[in-house]
Structure formats: structure tokens, C-alpha cells
């Protein structure tokens, strides 16, 4: 029997499920969670499902005690799914820390597997399991759960593989189980995470289609493929329907219907840099307090992609080399910052606001491409290579297991913990922008429940708010039901937000509901005398519906599977890509399968290497990572230590650029050091500014420093890296950094030493462009290196302002230019004079680019007086240059204008 259940294994897809395992288990904390972004949010919703479940809400959308205790739709409108999960294990006993842990453990197995899976339809076993390996440990997975922290993201990940599976069976052959299988994956993906679904929909829209004409080429039945396809994903959306009804149906309740205001700001600041593309994985510092792991593909993977092109070419397997390369090359492009445009008009793209969600999507393809990377070795050292280029994998990985040393405890956790955690971190409703909230109402309270005790042993039940009805009287008769006794009739507000669904009956009568003006809080006019009131959130019409309609798709989807049809078997060919000598037989790549041995022995390998790295490596050594003196971080490049007030000293600095465009961003790594320990925020403002200090181009305030808003002590440094968004109006000059830092209390700017409230730094970045788009009026060329193609002039108070447009052709070698402005009457007699070296100092000729068009602005003085203005350059020495005017020499190397107001900027 054995024997049987070993053949009909496929050990391979175990051996893949178990390669995350080293990964895996420094993540397993009991009732302690990383502290990440999100982790914190994810745990706490799991335990309000556990909670609602518990009180017979299988399904629930409202959490009653959350935003203060004001209640919000979280479930409505947040992916369900990887939470939904997580109460489940809550009602078998399982704490909602250790849950958190479990599907983030399950999802980085499952998609393993799902990646080996998917590689195996074209490639050998050996190389299938190195394209697992490369999806789990990758940059992004290790981000995601040390960092981010979004179970939901995580869950969605998991299924992604899968799911383009699924659409490559039901278009090979349009089976209705296929189709079954294809809707209940897309179903799931749905109510995973929808930023990971919207990114899917982006490279299955244009593949499905593409490979239901590939496999229609031998018999033409393209219309039945395109059925089973858009079946299963129809049949899958119908099945979500129970979230996706009324989450679309109902979102203009929310504030996220308002749209964000600033979102091409969020996404230019949220891009990486081409160099940032395939970063290695640096050792974390343990001297460190912030320890972020940073967005890249990662440089093995970057590596064993172009090997892997070389590889599928090598083979002639051009049409996966033209798909899986394809698709690389479109995850780039979407991290880069020239793709703003599309992520901005492609509808709900923009409002996913950080590009770095493509990573864990794109680390599928670069996987497959790195598997592939095994085809350049002869068949009979593929098992040998994948072995290597895997173990080389993990090794690589190993300073990204561990870098968070900060793990949150939350044994005893109660619905009370929620709400002061909600007051500490400004977190409100477990939401990073405060998105669900209902729109009702002119402002939004604050305040803590005054009852915030009664929230630890009946986390469920709804307070009244009776600010001046001095004359009522209230007595509790359980969680939503009350006895009111009042003399006169008033309007009852109660300390949930209104939200549709909600319904109230007085004495068993229902009665109207309302948000009150100021608050947007559940209200309804109560008559005077003695009354039972009764409160429940029901539903709306929609919520009631969408359940229906799920389980109608779900009994469809069963039927389909259960009552198999399939009249396509002869005719459609068994592989996207037909069998070809480069590659070898079908029957000579199922060896890892049917290897019990070999895959015993890795196995056992795997797993005895991931418990010495969990119990010896990770508590008891330093291996893979360094320990950095407190005030000199190996990171840090430039040291600068300026003290800022008594708060912090900062110690220098790392600028991984000297040049950015408008519009693109600016990194740099500021190096922080607490001067005493430290229970406030301190919120820094990096800026861009010119050489002057009165303009700046690119701005950002960050909250927090380093990876908590208090209690930093002078036993870490504090790495923090600022993402400057450059303004797209930055004009092409030389600019500095400019380093403030606020109390957060006081918002007064901390000082320095020398009591100024800024510290520039030493570093120099030029902003590139050609600058304003102005057009030719005059035809002045000075030195060979530069045209003069418009001037204007304005006047006020007297002041003759004169803009002179400069166009370069070469940068100008002297160091010691001027331009001169003489302001002169009707005679050409001297007036005044506003002599300024270029662009007033601020950026100089020498450093000038080719083709740049740059405004320069003097002042003339007795602006009545003036009726000509002449323009030229000339070096301290009193040498004037050579300047030519409509291809003559210039009289005096000067240009003579007229005061007149011209347009001179291109529209």
C-alpha cells in the first residue's frame, strides 16, 4: 500500500513545498509576531474574526469596536480571505499571533509548490525546483513577511502560480473540470488581496487570450477555448461575489471614494531606481534599529534570468524565452518611473499606490526564467546543478532570514489592546490611511471610549452617547438591547458610525436610522416615556444577496467538476509548447518524482539545515550578519556628526546618487543616534534645495525615524532611508540637501551647535533636464557656448526686471563669469547697472549641459529712466566675450534690447 501511495505522489511538488522551510520557521514565534507595517493590523483582525465567529457571525463585515470603538466595515471591503482563514483556526483554539504565523507559513509552501508546478509543464524536475527556490527566497518574500507583513498579500502571492496554471490547462483543453478548477483558484485570488489581483489581471488580459489561439493553431476550436478560459473566470468572480458585490456596490459609502489627492506623488516616490533593480542581500546590522530589507528582483535572480534566456534559446524554445521574457521585461518596467504615466491611466492601477507590490508577482516569472538557466547542463548534471544553484540560493538568502530582532507579544490580546493601539499609532481602524471609513458626518472622533475596560471581556457590545440628556435614563439589558427612560423625545446617538444595514426597533416597532450631522454616528429619534430599544446591523439588500450568489457559482463549480465533460481530448494538443529534441522526453523528466530516495535525502537535508539555522545560527550566532560600532555604521559613507538639539546626533550619511531628474527620486540614508532614551516623535523634513536655500525642489517628512516613533535608545543607530519625490518643474541646476528635525510635540526645529535650524549637506546632486521649453527669438551666440534666445521684461516699484533665456551648447570653462546688464536712456547714456554672475552663483557655467535652457533674472534700478538694456558676459579680469549676433560679430560684444514684455516660454 505504501508502495502505491508513493508512485502516486508527487514528491517532487513535496520536495518544492518544503523548500521554504529555513525561511520558514525563524518567522514561528508562538504568540510573538514580527513587528512589520502591517503584521500588527492582520493579527488584530484575525482575533475580531475569531471573535464574531464566536458569536455566530460566520461571515462577518462590521467590527463593532473598531476606529475607538466607533466601529468600521473592514471585512466589507478588505479581502477576506487569509483572515477568514485565521478565524477558523481561532474556533479550533489556536491563538490569533500563532494563525498570523501558520497561513504566512502555509502560503510561502503553497507557492513553492504552485511554482515548480507551473515549471514542470516545460521543464525538467530538477530545474522546476530551482524556480521554487528562487520564488522563495527572493527579495520580495522575505520583504513581505519581515517587513510589510500583509497576510493578505501573502496569501495572494501563494495562489498566483496556481492561477496561471490553471488558465494554461483550461486553455489547453476545455475541459469542464479545468474550468471548475480555474474558477475556484480566480475565486480565491479575488478574496486573497486586490492589489494582487488588479497586477494579475494585467498579464492575463493580453496571455489568456494569446494562449487559446496558440493551442486553437492545430484544430481551430479557438471560440471553445476562449469559453473555457473566460468561463473560469467568470465562474471564479461569481463565486466571490459574496465580497466583490458588495465591496463594489458599496464603496461610495467610504472615504476612499474620494480618491487620493496626491497619488502621482505616492507612486514617483514609491519606484525604484534601475540600480535598485537587482540589489544583492546585504548582512543586517545588529548594532542597527531599523533593518529593512529593500524592494529588488534580487542580482542571483537578475543573474540566472538572462543565463535562463540563454538557456530556453539554446534549446529553441523561443516562444517561452519571447513570454517569460516578455513578461520580466513588464515587471521592470512597472517598478521604473517612466511606466507613472500608465500606472496613472489604467483604471484602479493608480490606487495600489506602491509599485514594489509587483516584486512578489514578477519574482514567478524570474523564477521560471532562473529555472531555465539549467538548461545549458547536460540532462545527466541537472539533478547535480540544481542542487548547487539551490543550496547557493538559500546560503544567499540567509542575511534576509533574520533581521528583525523586534517581535510584538500578543498573549492575553482583547479587543481593548486594539483600541489603544489604534490611539498610540494613529492607526485608525487597523488601516494605514483611515480608507473605509464611512463618508457621513462633518468630522471624525477621537476620543477613547470611556468604558475601554468592558472592551476586554465583551469586546462586542454598543455604547450610547448621551452628551446632555441629563434627564434620561439608561439600563443595559444585554450587548444591543437597552431600556430607555426619558420625559421628552430627543435624538439618540449611538457610539457606532452609521453605516448602511444598520436597523433599530423601538418596543419591537422598526424604526428609521440616520447619521447625526457632526459625527456621522448611528442616531434615531426616540419618543418620550419608557422604551426597549433594540440595535443590529442586518445588512443591506446587496450584503443579504452576494451570499446567495456564491453559493449558486460554488454549486455550478462542483457540478462541473463532478460531471466532467470533455470532447476535446483527440484533438488538442497536450502542450503549449510541442516536444522537440532540444529538450528531453517526457518520460525522462519525471525522475524526481518517482525518486523516493533522492528526494528522502534532500528533504532530510532541508529540513535538518533549517532547524540548525533556527536554533544555533539565528539565537546563538552572528553569522550572516555584522555588529557595526554605535557611531561609525558600516553603511554609512560620508560621516558628518551634527548634533540636533538633545534628541539625536546624526551621523552621517549614504547618497547612492549624484543626479536625478525632475519627477524621479532622490535616496538617501540618513544615520540617526538617540543622544539619551526617547518617548517622543521627532519628525525629520529631508528637502532638495538650490545652492540659496529659498527654493526647494523635492520634499519629504517622514513620521517616524527608524522603525518606532519612541523609545530609541543610545544602545542602536538608526538607519532611515528618504525617498525625495523631485518636483516636475526642478529646474536643471546643482542642488544640496537640507536636513531639519521637529520635535513633534512643539513643532519647533531642534537646534544646532551653531543655532541654525537646518543642516545642509556637503553633497552635491545635479537635477538633469533640459529645463524650460522656450522659444528662439534671437539669434546671439556668446563664446561659441552659449545662445541667448529670448529676453523679457517686467517692471514694479520702479525695478526693471529682466529675464534672459540661455541656451547651451557647451558648458563655458571660466570659473569667474558675470553677466553684464547695463540699464541705458534714450542717448545710450549709463542709467544703472545690475552686473550678477549667472544664474546668481547658484549654478555655474562650467557645470552647465549641452542643451539645456536655462532662466536667469537681474534688477535694474530707475526703470523710468531706461530705454535700452545692454547684455553680455565678461570674466573679472574685464575680458568681454566673443558674442555674435544673426551670424555677425556683436558691436562691443553686447546686445542691445529694448524694455518689452515677450513670451517667451514655449506652450
Known amino acids: 500500500m505504501l508502495r502505491r501511495m508513493s508512485k502516486k505522489l508527487n514528491w517532487g511538488m513535496l520536495l518544492a513545498a518544503l523548500l521554504p522551510l529555513v525561511a520558514i520557521l525563524p518567522t514561528l514565534n508562538g504568540s510573538q509576531v514580527i513587528n512589520t507595517a502591517d503584521g500588527v493590523f492582520h493579527v488584530h483582525r484575525i482575533f475580531a474574526m475569531t471573535t464574531l465567529m464566536q458569536s455566530g457571525d460566520l461571515y462577518p463585515r462590521w467590527i463593532p469596536y473598531f476606529h475607538l470603538g466607533y466601529g468600521y466595515p473592514v471585512f466589507n471591503f478588505y479581502a477576506p480571505l487569509a483572515t477568514w482563514l485565521g478565524g477558523l483556526l481561532g474556533l479550533v483554539g489556536i491563538s490569533a499571533a500563532l494563525a498570523f504565523s501558520l497561513i504566512v507559513a502555509a502560503g510561502w509552501m503553497l507557492g513553492s509548490a504552485g511554482v515548480y508546478a507551473l515549471g514542470r509543464r516545460w521543464l525538467p524536475a530538477p530545474a ?30 501563494a495562489l498566483v502560480p496556481w492561477l496561471f496554471l490553471a488558465v494554461i490547462r483550461a486553455a489547453e483543453k476545455p475541459d469542464t473540470r479545468r474550468v471548475s478548477v480555474l474558477g475556484a483558484v480566480f475565486a480565491l485570488l479575488l478574496l486573497a488581496h486586490q492589489p494582487t489581483s488588479v497586477l494579475v489581471g494585467l498579464f492575463i488580459a493580453p496571455g489568456a487570450p494569446l494562449l487559446c489561439l496558440w493551442f486553437a493553431r492545430g484544430d481551430k476550436r479557438w471560440l471553445a477555448r476562449f469559453a473555457s478560459v ?26 476612499v471614494s474620494k480618491g487620493a489627492t496626491n497619488l502621482a506623488n505616492v507612486l514617483a516616490a514609491s519606484f525604484l531606481q534601475p540600480y535598485q533593480l537587482f540589489l544583492p542581500s546585504a548582512a543586517p546590522d545588529l548594532s542597527d534599529l531599523s533593518r529593512s530589507i529593500p524592494d529588488s528582483i534580487g542580482l542571483i535572480s537578475g543573474v540566472l534570468a538572462v543565463l535562463g534566456l540563454i538557456g530556453l534559446v539554446y534549446r529553441r524554445q523561443y516562444r517561452l524565452a519571447l513570454a517569460w521574457g516578455v513578461s520580466a521585461v513588464f515587471v521592470i518596467f512597472l517598478l521604473l518611473p517612466v511606466s507613472i504615466e500608465f500606472w496613472l491611466n489604467v483604471p484602479l492601477l493608480g490606487q495600489l499606490r506602491f509599485p514594489g507590490r509587483v516584486l512578489r508577482l514578477g519574482a514567478v516569472f524570474f523564477g521560471l526564467l532562473g529555472a531555465s538557466s539549467l538548461l545549458l547542463l547536460p540532462g545527466r548534471w541537472m539533478g547535480w546543478g540544481a542542487g548547487l544553484v539551490s543550496a547557493l540560493i538559500m546560503i544567499s538568502s540567509l542575511p534576509m532570514a533574520y533581521p528583525s530582532r523586534e517581535l510584538l507579544d500578543f498573549n492575553r490580546l482583547s479587543a481593548a489592546d486594539f483600541i489603544r493601539y489604534e490611539q498610540d499609532t494613529y492607526s485608525f481602524g487597523g488601516t494605514s490611511y483611515d480608507e473605509f471609513k464611512p463618508i457621513w458626518g462633518d468630522k471624525i472622533p477621537y476620543d477613547m471610549p470611556p468604558d475601554l475596560a468592558s472592551y476586554v471581556s465583551d469586546p462586542l457590545h454598543l455604547s450610547l452617547k448621551l452628551d446632555g440628556q441629563v434627564n434620561v435614563r439608561v439600563s ?69 444577496i452576494a451570499p446567495w450568489l456564491s453559493l449558486v457559482n460554488v454549486i455550478i463549480a462542483t457540478t462541473l467538476f463532478v460531471f466532467r465533460r470533455d470532447g476535446f481530448r483527440a484533438s488538442v ?84 546618487q549624484n543626479t536625478v531628474a525632475p519627477t524621479e527620486t532622490l535616496n538617501v540614508t540618513l544615520y540617526w543616534r538617540a543622544l539619551r532614551p526617547l518617548e517622543g516623535s521627532y519628525p525629520p523634513t529631508v528637502q532638495l534645495v538650490n545652492p540659496a536655500v529659498s527654493e526647494a525642489w523635492g520634499t519629504v517628512s517622514n513620521f517616524f525615524i527608524g522603525a518606532a516613533s519612541v523609545n530609541h535608545q543610545p544602545d542602536y543607530f538608526i538607519s532611515d532611508t528618504y525617498k525625495l519625490p523631485v518636483n516636475a518643474d526642478a529646474p536643471p541646476y546643482i542642488g544640496h540637501i537640507s536636513i531639519q528635525l521637529k520635535n513633534g510635540e512643539t513643532h519647533e526645529s531642534l537646534r544646532l551647535p551653531d543655532g541654525s535650524d537646518r543642516l545642509i549637506l556637503p553633497a552635491t546632486v545635479r537635477v538633469t533636464g533640459n529645463g524650460v521649453k522656450a522659444s528662439q527669438q534671437l539669434n546671439v551666440t556668446i563664446a561659441n557656448s552659449v545662445e541667448l534666445w529670448c529676453a523679457s521684461t517686467s517692471t514694479a516699484d520702479n525695478q526693471l526686471q529682466l529675464t534672459l533665456y540661455w541656451h547651451v551648447l557647451n558648458p563655458l570653462p571660466q570659473s569667474d563669469l558675470r553677466v553684464f546688464v547695463h540699464g541705458l536712456d534714450a542717448n545710450g547714456q549709463f542709467v544703472s547697472q545690475g552686473d550678477a554672475p549667472p544664474l546668481n552663483g547658484q549654478y555655474a557655467p562650467s557645470d552647465w549641459l549641452a542643451g539645456q535652457t536655462l532662466v536667469d533674472h537681474y534688477q535694474l534700478a530707475d526703470a523710468d529712466k531706461i530705454s535700452q538694456i545692454a547684455v553680455g558676459m565678461f570674466t573679472l579680469n574685464g575680458d568681454q566675450l566673443p558674442m555674435t549676433h544673426d551670424g555677425q560679430p556683436a558691436l562691443d560684444n553686447s546686445l542691445i534690447l529694448s524694455p518689452q514684455t515677450v513670451d517667451c516660454e514655449s506652450k
Do not use: C
Not at 473560469?232 to 461610495?252: K, N, S, Y
Open 573 to 656: 494538443r497536450p502542450n503549449p509548447i510541442p516536444e522537440t529534441p532540444s529538450l528531453p522526453p517526457p518520460q525522462a523528466r519525471e525522475g524526481t518524482e518517482k525518486s523516493l530516495p533522492t528526494v528522502t535525502v534532500v528533504a532530510v537535508m532541508v529540513i535538518g539545515f533549517a532547524i540548525f539555522n533556527r536554533f544555533y545560527i539565528q539565537p546563538q550566532t552572528d553569522w550572516f550578519r555584522i555588529r557595526s560600532p554605535l557611531d561609525n555604521p558600516a553603511g554609512m559613507q560620508t560621516p558628518v556628526h551634527v548634533v540636533f538639539g538633545d534628541a539625536y546626533e546624526l551621523l552621517g550619511y549614504t547618497l547612492n
Open 128 to 157: 522546476a525546483l530551482v524556480g521554487a527556490a528562487l520564488w522563495s527566497y527572493a527579495p520580495s518574500a522575505f520583504q513581505g513577511v519581515w517587513n510589510i507583513g500583509s497576510l493578505s498579500q501573502l496569501t495572494a502571492s
Open 230 to 255: 473566460g468561463g473560469g473566470l467568470v465562474l471564479g468572480a461569481g463565486i466571490a461575489m459574496i465580497f466583490l458585490l458588495p465591496m463594489a456596490l458599496e464603496v461610495g459609502f467610504i472615504q
Open 476 to 544: 443595559l439589558v444585554d450587548d444591543t438591547h437597552f431600556q430607555i427612560t426619558t420625559p421628552q423625545p430627543f435624538e439618540l446617538h449611538v457610539r457606532q458610525f452609521y453605516f448602511p444595514g444598520w436597523t433599530a426597533t423601538i418596543d419591537g416597532k422598526p424604526t428609521d436610522v440616520f447619521p447625526d450631522a457632526e459625527f456621522g454616528l448611528l442616531s434615531l429619534n426616540v419618543p418620550a416615556g419608557v422604551h426597549l430599544i433594540a440595535l443590529a446591523r442586518t445588512g443591506t439588500a446587496v450584503e443579504q
